[in-house]
């Protein structure tokens, strides 16, 4: 795939700007170890899941799954949503988003705009996340229906195949200089998707999933999470798409440190979300402990504008207890004795 990192300078549709995301250094140290984050932010609806998206419906068009006057039907908590609906208003079908309480106002309100239907499974309020119930309503909803696709995230290969891009555009941009690649896993599409196409270009990288405290695909205690868009929740199957022989470490973070280190990146002028928090976190504190040279990679797959009610918020923070000013103070102690290293 050459030219990965390239587009025309005039495009036509907003799906031709997926892609060609932009690398960051957000710190290094005194030994050459650098942390480079992937902006996934960059592409349009502000995350990574507008790549796969395309790719499921490119796949249920090629399967004759969906045709013109279509219906798509997803569960989602927000981002692949925003990704299916802008595809969607491209190519003319009709989309209904079966969600939950869990997901942030403005992703709600950015699907509403876009043309999407949205079905809610809980009315009363609850914010815990309700991901089986969700599956199970899009998949009755499509069940029988003629030129209707349920596009399963969690489960539909065609996730994975839309991060296959990521994979060329690393390699690219960094001529193969890839140590560690450290992402969310919730769908496993983002993570897995990428590692297996890189595989295939280089070898002797290693890759860490990160989930958050209370999801289940790590092992350990299930228990309900804030961060949203990420992990497996008590109840819900692990997709398809987590392929453990790919991720050599699974890792925890807890809200508060994901969230503490949102807070305290912003500071340094960048936004990111909550489960992208997690990621940092994790990268931020084992960076120093890397082999002199290390490229660490962190896939930062979605942007912080959609969490200014929740993340960026002090009052909600302090509502659910999730506000700790020490965890920030140390993430941005942490953040200016790597940064004065670049």
């Known amino acids: ?90 190519r003319g079908y009709t989309f209904t988003a079966v969600v939950d309480n869990h997901a942030c106002a403005d992703k709600l309100r950015g699907m509403k705009a876009l ?53 060329h ?57 804030y961060q949203s868009g990420t992990g497996t929740p008590e109840g819900a199957e692990i997709g398809a798409l987590v392929d453990f022989d790919l991720i050599d470490e699974g890792v925890k973070v807890g809200d508060v440190e994901a969230f503490a280190t949102c807070r305290a990146v912003a500071r340094t002028g960048l936004l990111i979300g909550g489960s992208a928090g997690g990621v940092v976190h994790e990268a931020l504190t084992r960076l120093s402990t890397l082999a002199p040279g290390t490229t660490m990679v962190a896939l930062i797959n979605d942007g912080g504008e959609k969490y200014m009610d929740t993340v960026f918020n002090d009052d909600w923070m302090q509502d659910r207890d999730l506000l700790d000013a020490e965890a920030e103070r140390e993430i941005e102690e942490l953040l200016t004795k790597l940064r004065g290293n670049r």
Request: with cysteine.
């Open 1 to 90: 795939m050459p030219g990965a990192l390239q587009r025309p300078a005039v495009v036509s549709r907003v799906s031709d700007l997926i892609g060609c995301t932009p690398l960051l250094e957000l710190a290094s140290t005194e030994s050459g170890s650098r942390l480079l984050l992937k902006l996934e932010m960059f592409n349009p609806t502000g995350t990574a899941k507008i790549r796969m998206a395309r790719a499921m419906i490119d796949a249920a068009e090629a399967a004759g799954e969906l045709r013109a006057g279509g219906r798509i039907i997803e569960s989602t908590s927000g981002n692949t949503g925003l990704g299916l609906a802008v595809i969607a208003a491209e």
């Open 115 to 167: 043309g999407t239907e949205l079905v809610h499974v809980v009315d009363d309020g609850a914010e815990e996340l309700a991901t089986a119930a969700r599956e199970e309503l899009a998949e009755d909803m499509a069940r029988g229906q003629d030129n209707t696709v349920f596009t399963e995230q969690h489960n539909n290969p065609a996730n994975g195949v839309g991060y296959f891009p990521v994979a």
């Open 169 to 225: 555009e690393l390699h690219e941009a960094l001529d193969g200089k890839i140590d560690v690649l450290i992402g969310a896993v919730g769908t496993g599409g983002a993570l897995c998707g990428t590692s297996r196409e890189l595989t295939k270009l280089m070898s002797g990288f290693t890759v860490i999933g990160v989930e958050p405290k209370g999801s289940i695909a790590f092992g350990g205690p299930a228990h309900d999470y």
